[in-house]
């Protein structure tokens, strides 16, 4: 773009509640143009396809055949930034008021995790050593950009399928890292920390234990991980991966526990796709952010080793958003846990149908 | 449905964080037809239009010729209970702890305000009598269900286009009376109680002094009320529509206030309509809840009657919510507030092309 006015991207916090967005207008379009994303793509070309590196932002990390070269073929998993960032590194951070109003300049990383060459592959059915290959960038990829202190929290995300906001088919994922910690996030780390400050205990590794008592919400589970249907799950068929091994932070799993890791993956998307046939989906890792800022201890991270517990959340996209949940934070799910656990299982035919 | 143990609903709050959500399971299909809910219905039979109020729930409320009897032609605006309600007025309002979690029985109202026996009305272009109806529709609603002292919140919202939730074209708003005051809600109104108690000021009268000061951001402004681009907004073309003078509640509104709301609306939904091609959108009304509990005070209303200030949100559904807004509770917005303000005054282009 040729107008700089036009290429910032800035934080901005809602005057009325703690709420944070990004202002990315690098990203605009024209309105008529939001519709057809999808369309306007050269028909059949891809970035993200071996042979086709050349088309994207440079190569910040890749799985690749020895002797092979950065941006050219022979790579198996291939981190590029987003050619569309939602934040930059080169952003200034700087931070200011305008009266009510809060802002801070659009500092941070948005790269996509390019997870095959194979514009065909479907992560359900990938091999194990491919999936594992992706979980490893997302570790590679977490622990190199922690080392900058100015970045507070990493989000890692898949969009599955236009309905989920994947722009591009290709199957990838992203990463945002972010110069302050998302109100969510802070949320989830308050009761974790308020459970813990009461009972010693990490909340996480009590919802387990109850959740594996009575396991009507139990879906799957291996020797390291299990796959619950959450008692207030926001939308029909809303998975969690929960570890059993309490770790507040995801880069902290074994070799052994991320070959699991990938097992339970692969089997909650096989789910997905054989029971569900195939919805889009958004898949969220929930993580550690990279410091705990307190007054006087910028890096101090009080107990958050015992009390928090990093986790996968899988969100299949059934049902649509509206004035209800925009108004309320609230959200209607039309499939109760326990029956989105049984049908999932093959334990009745239908969500409603016990009685058929 | 002939099976009692699928007609419940219960509302559950997250063990995890403070986030409630309505399991409906009335409303459960099979996941296959999520997707195409619209396609599932007959085909050109429409049960809001006129002549087919037999196939609705009974009439609570209407405006009628006079001489015609409820559920039979002859009305304006007519309000029933939604035929798949998420909430019921006949459900136990009977809360359970379980372990970490928590329950509620599925108490509640959903009603559904047709806004026309008229399929092919667009509220955009609608006499401003018509408007003025649906607005006297929310409002009396809203006094009536507030008699009922178990209700402590009540959402009104309009979902226009299938992509914005909206299961049947015919112009129609909805409505839900909640037992709780939902998250976002409270977080409004704590912002709001915490300014007022620093500076013995409204927020929001502040937020209308400072946007009026600098209009980068003001789009519409009439005698009485006016619209903005809010400075966080969630997505592009995101509008706020406030009152010019303090009320906390919508209801208080003078007849001539109504009047004026209905003008200011049909001039925001026409630029939407004109300007953006009529996009999908939700509309929802933040209004001060049926009543603040306090310790010991259930009634007891604070200063909300000082520090809180009602005022309608508009979201165009151009942006896919994705796992990045899952995961975090932040949006990225591809269009700066001042842009789309400045592209729905006509005062440029489109949004990025300030520089052709």
Redesign the interface.
């Known amino acids: ?3 700089a ?2 290429e910032f991207s800035e934080l ?14 690098s ?6 143009q ?2 057809e994303e999808a369309e306007t793509k050269p028909p059949g070309f891809c970035p993200f396809c071996g042979g086709n590196e050349h088309t994207t932002p440079p190569e910040i990390w890749a799985v690749r055949a020895p002797g092979t070269l950065p941006n050219t073929p022979g790579w198996d998993v291939r981190v590029v930034q987003n050619k569309f960032p ?1 934040l930059t590194i080169e952003a200034d951070l700087q931070r200011s008021g305008i ?3 809060d802002r801070m300049g659009g500092f941070g990383a948005h790269e996509v995790i390019i997870e095959t060459p194979d514009h065909e592959m479907d992560l359900a059915v990938a091999p194990l050593e491919q999936i594992n290959m992706v979980l490893e960038a997302y570790r590679q990829r977490v622990l190199d950009l922690r080392r900058d202190k100015r970045f507070r929290h990493i ?1 890692v ?3 599955f399928g236009a ?4 722009s591009l088919p290709h199957p990838h994922s ?1 990463l ?1 890292a ?1 110069p302050i910690v ?4 802070k ?2 780390l308050s ?2 920390l308020e459970h813990y400050s009461r009972k010693e205990r990490c ?2 590794c ?2 387990i234990e ?1 959740e594996l008592a009575i396991p009507d919400r139990l879906v799957l589970e291996n020797q390291d991980f299990l796959v619950l249907s ?5 939308g ?2 809303e998975l969690q991966i929960l570890p059993r091994r309490h770790m507040h932070d995801f880069t902290l799993m074994s070799e052994h526990e991320q070959w699991a890791f990938a097992d339970i993956l692969k089997q909650t998307l096989m789910l997905y796709r054989d ?3 195939n ?1 889009p989906y ?5 993580t550690a952010p990279c410091a705990v800022p307190r007054p006087g201890h910028p890096e101090y991270w009080g107990t958050i080793e015992y009390d928090y517990h990093w986790h996968v ?1 899988l ?1 299949p996209r ?7 949940e ?12 326990e ?1 989105a656990k049984a ?1 999932l299982r093959g334990e009745i035919e ?6 058929a």
């Not at 309905?163 to 994947?166: D, V």
């Open positions: 773009m040729s107008n006015t036009f901005r916090k809602d005057p009325l509640v703690e709420r944070w967005v990004i202002i990315a207008a990203r605009g379009k024209r309105p008529d939001f519709k939602a009266g009510l109003m989000v995300f898949r969009n309905a989920a906001g994947a992203q945002i972010l998302p109100q969510l996030v949320s989830l009761s974790a909340i996480f009590d919802l109850q959450p008692f207030a799950a926001r029909p068929f029971v569900l046939k919805p958004n898949m969220m890792l929930q959340e969100m059934l049902t649509k958003q509206a004035g209800f925009w108004a309320t934070g609230f959200y209607i799910n039309p499939v109760s846990p029956l049908y239908e969500p409603q149908a016990a009685s």
